[in-house]
T-cell receptor, first 113, second 117 residues
Framework: RKEVEQDPGPFNVPEGATVAFNCTYS??????FFWYRQDCRKEPKLLMS???SGNEDGRFTAQLNRASQYISLLIRDSKLSDSATYLC??????????????FGKGTLLTVNP | GAGVSQTPSNKVTEKGKYVELRCDPI?????LYWYRQSLGQGPEFLIY????????DSGLPNDRFFAVRPEGSVSTLKIQRTERGDSAMYLC???????????????FGEGSRLTVL
């Protein structure tokens, strides 16, 4: 089983749609979780951290289920500018440091007019 | 510059040649990372520096790959006897420190795309 697995995609949705991405991780010792966004031919950038209680940032909501080792990202009222690849990221370092983030393969989202 | 700078942005080389990829991190960032991203995949960890020393090089695929950061700032990733399978985007990232001050946020450069013919 891969360390971080994501929905293969691609997702094609109309503007205004709600879309959800799922991710599972294999290492139960994983300490922290993130979603990164990567635009075509660009570098990845942190979108948001994922907390056990769930967290929201505008139209974006992230959820974590430690028991099921499952992470999700929900995008509401999707915009054309949300078109990108969304990368699920897990940090297994017990000290809580940044390094050695493990990335999923990413899920490509295309929002259509 | 304000962000992580990587050079060259594109490198085409022939199988068996030696390649160097350079990374200039954000000023003041003590932690520096190299990742490799193949088409359709997520970034894969290669090596992590804290200051001048390689704190973790467990992601380097074999001994043809080596990286240095002699003065704790600029880093060079060196690939000897390149193979076609080395073709990928090589991403460098930095963070203020390796600790939990800003956990999970790595600042990536735009990458160096290596093509081995």
């Amino acid at each position: 089983r891969k360390e971080v697995e994501q929905d293969p995609g691609p997702f094609n949705v109309p503007e205004g749609a709600t879309v959800a991405f799922n991710c599972t991780y294999s290492n139960s010792a994983s300490q922290s979780f993130f979603w990164y966004r990567q635009d075509c031919r660009k570098e990845p950038k942190l979108l948001m951290s994922v907390y056990s209680s769930g967290n929201e940032d505008g139209r974006f909501t992230a959820q974590l289920n430690r028991a099921s080792q499952y992470i999700s990202l929900l995008i509401r009222d999707s915009k054309l500018s949300d078109s990108a690849t969304y990368l699920c990221v897990v940090n297994t370092d017990s000290g809580g440091s940044n390094y050695k983030l493990t990335f999923g393969k990413g899920t490509l989202l295309t929002v259509n007019p | 510059g304000a962000g992580v700078s990587q050079t060259p942005s594109n490198k085409v080389t022939e199988k068996g040649k030696y390649v160097e990829l350079r990374c200039d991190p954000i000023s003041g960032h003590t932690a520096l990372y190299w990742y490799r991203q193949s088409l359709g995949q997520g970034p894969e960890f290669l090596i992590y520096f804290q200051g001048t020393g390689a704190a973790d090089d467990s992601g380097l695929p074999n001994d043809r790959f080596f990286a240095v950061r002699p003065e704790g700032s600029v880093s060079t990733l060196k690939i000897q006897r390149t193979e076609r399978g080395d073709s990928a985007m090589y991403l460098c990232a930095s963070s203020p420190r390796g600790g939990s001050l800003s956990p999970g946020e790595l600042f990536f450069g735009e990458g160096s795309r290596l093509t081995v013919l």
